[in-house]
């Protein structure tokens, strides 16, 4: 593989001012935010340390909220690359998965068969560059609709660890970490903002994945968790 080390950053100049938006107007307007994941080549190509495993409490919200659950969700998995087709729906899932339990909400997400919120493999813009795409809408405070887009053209795995940090000599981008962190963005957090010396690159809403193979994102962690308790409280 060419780019070995990856970087996950959403744009969000547009989700800032929608929010700030809607913040200030609340439950007259309506929103859509589209979070891009994007990869880059340029961190820690040939070591997969990452620094520090020692989350923080950093968090940011998006600013609108669920208001009804659980928030049924439909996976398509039939564009996904062909070895990881079999595969691919179960990380998925186990990347919502990862957020449950952390409010009073008893079931926050449930796949169905079919529902108008949407994952999916598609393509985007071919290997690197952009991996995956949530776009989220809203009306006043709450968040009606959300479709999250894996790129099809990346060379996506299944791993089967959790570990920080990453063991060194691995390839492909975790699905259930990328999963974990565009749900993090579903349930409406945005990324945390911390300095990457301080640690919070373990959240799973740090916006940036230092190499492939790295799975310690997988797990919500202090700053996730609280931004999600303060949204549900
Ligand atoms: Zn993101």
């Known amino acids: ?31 859509e935010t ?6 880059r080549p340029d961190v820690n190509p040939t070591s997969h340390t990452p ?6 409490d950093n968090y940011n919200l998006i600013g609108p909220e669920w208001k009804s659950f659980p ?9 996904a690359p062909s070895d990881v087709r079999s595969g691919a729906t179960a990380e998925i899932v186990a ?7 952390i409010t009073g909400i008893p079931n926050f997400f449930e796949r169905v068969s079919s529902s108008s919120n949407r994952v999916r493999f598609s393509a985007i813009d071919g290997p ?11 009306t006043g405070n709450t968040i009606t609709k959300f479709t999250m ?11 089967t660890d959790d570990s920080c940090p990453t063991p060194d000599g691995r390839v492909g981008y975790d699905i259930r970490e990328v999963a974990a ?12 903002t911390q300095c990457e010396s301080c640690g919070n690159r373990a959240l799973t809403m740090y916006p940036y994945i230092f190499a492939q193979g790295e799975t310690y994102k997988r797990s919500p962690e202090s700053g996730d968790r609280l931004g999600m308790q303060t949204l549900y409280a």
């Open 181 to 192: 962190h565009e749900a993090g963005h579903v349930v409406g957090l945005h990324h945390s």
């Open 128 to 138: 690197g560059r952009v991996l995956a795409q949530v776009s989220l809408s809203w």
């Open 51 to 56: 620094g520090t495993c020692t989350p923080t």
């Open 1 to 31: 593989m060419e780019d070995r080390g990856i970087r996950i950053k959403c744009l969000f100049v547009a989700t800032v001012l929608a929010a700030m938006f809607v913040a200030s107007v609340p439950a007259v307007r309506s929103g």
């Open 149 to 159: 887009t894996f790129d099809r053209a990346e060379n996506w795995e299944i791993f």
């Open 34 to 39: 589209v979070h891009t994941e994007y990869a």
């Open 95 to 101: 990347g919502f998965e990862a957020w449950e339990g």
């Open 71 to 79: 928030v049924k969700y439909q996976v398509d998995a039939s564009r």
